[in-house]
């Protein structure tokens, strides 16, 4: 399955996690699910090693060369984001970030039966849009 990293941390991702929470009974179900979600945290894992340094190398840092935050309101509320020395190259970073964000990466899978999922709770329309060719219709 190919994915953006986009879609990996914002979609996919959480599906995965609340898939790997419901209460399956097929064993060979279950066993899908955990490869598919260690492969899905592995890259996750990779995604957020590449953001940092990208996030990191241009930011300020303080006296011991750390990272300097600032906080900022954002539509989500306050957050702590890197502090830049200019506008440019926050603009410059978040075009690095952007590109990291439409980077596709290949994940592992092996599709799930919807006949596997019947009766379980908590299975909602969310999780299986996110999930989408990961389940076969059957």
Not at 1 to 27: D, F, R, W, Y
Not at 86 to 95: G, L, M, P, R, Y
Request: net charge negative; proline share 4%.
């Amino acid at each position: 399955m190919k994915v953006t990293n986009a879609i990996l941390v914002n979609e996919l991702h959480p599906a995965i996690h609340t898939l790997g929470s419901l209460n399956i009974k097929s064993i060979d179900t279950l066993m899908n699910i955990a490869k598919f979600r260690k492969a899905v945290q592995d890259n996750l894992k990779m995604y957020s090693e590449v953001h940092k340094t990208i996030s990191e190398a241009d930011c300020e840092k303080d006296k011991h060369g750390h990272p300097v935050f600032e906080q900022v309101m954002t539509p989500k509320g306050p957050q702590q984001l890197y502090k830049y020395k200019n506008d440019q190259i926050a603009t410059e970073v978040n075009q690095r970030i952007n590109q990291l964000n439409e980077k596709e990466v290949e994940i592992p899978f092996t599709a799930i039966k919807s006949s596997d999922l019947k009766n379980v709770e908590g299975l909602n329309a969310n999780v299986i849009v996110a999930l989408g060719d990961f389940i076969e219709a059957v």
